[in-house]
């Protein structure tokens, strides 16, 4: 069965400034999907980011951006210059390519703090 | 944009009694999940859904639990005689598909039971 790890519970930020959240995951299949999501005090979640594990390019999004790296398992968030609004629980999920199984395996966030 | 909608926001309810959870997926998708959120925990796989059959369910989902697309346009969570231990936040989610679409989620249904 697939795992993913958040070893962190809380991280704070300066606004404007950049903020890394780190993941890492169990699994022994070779082709998958690896999210972020956020979900903020409003609670709707809400997708950030999405890297294909076939794809050796780390996906970017504006200001938000992943390391992935496949054979250490680790799938980090790079978030740069941090507004307000990125304040939110971030979660990093998995989900297998193989068959029909499409549903989302989350860890156990973090939540991400935003200083003015 | 369109939205999964997700009714009531928030739902309390006595341990024994039923309750049916409301979602409205994006109207052109297919595939239609339930996760749950226990309070300070992960969100939780329930079940998936597509053709009107339930695709796969996690150990959670057990005889108390139950899905329908009753119509068109809604899909229902029920728990039947509800637990203590049942109190968390249920999300909905739909997508067109399994692989490469992404799941997009309802705002959720906040359920305590007392």
């Known amino acids: 069965a697939q795992t993913v790890t958040q070893s962190q ?3 704070s930020v300066q606004e ?5 959240l780190s993941c890492t995951y169990d699994t022994s299949e070779s082709d998958y999907y690896l999210f972020w999501y956020k979900q903020p005090p409003s609670r709707q979640m809400i997708l950030v980011i999405r890297q294909e594990a076939y794809k050796q390019q780390n996906a970017t999004e504006n200001r938000f951006s ?5 054979a250490a398992k680790s ?4 978030i740069s210059d941090s507004q307000l609004g990125d304040a939110a ?3 990093c999920a ?3 390519r193989t068959g029909a199984n499409s549903k989302l395996t989350f860890g156990k966030g973090i939540t991400l703090s935003v200083r003015p | 944009e369109p939205e999964v909608t997700q009714t009531p926001s928030h739902q309390v309810t006595q341990m024994g009694q039923e309750v049916i959870l409301r979602c409205v997926p994006i109207s052109n998708h297919l595939y239609f999940y339930w996760y749950r959120q226990i309070l300070g925990q992960k969100v939780e796989f329930l079940v998936s859904f597509y053709n009107n059959e339930i695709s796969e369910k996690s150990e959670i989902f057990d005889d108390q639990f139950s899905v329908e697309r009753p119509d068109g346009s809604n899909f229902t969570l029920k728990i039947r005689s509800t637990k203590l231990e049942d109190s968390a936040m249920y999300f909905c989610a739909s997508s067109l598909g399994p692989d490469p679409y992404e799941q997009y989620f309802g705002p959720g249904t906040r359920l305590t039971v007392t």
Not at chain 1, 66 to 70: G, I, P, Y
């Open chain 1, 16 to 20: 404007a400034e950049t903020v890394t």
């Open chain 1, 66 to 70: 992943v390391n992935f790296q496949k």
């Open chain 1, 9 to 11: 519970p809380e991280m």
């Open chain 1, 94 to 96: 998995y989900r297998t």
């Open chain 1, 75 to 78: 799938f980090s968030l790079k």
């Open chain 1, 89 to 91: 629980m971030y979660f």
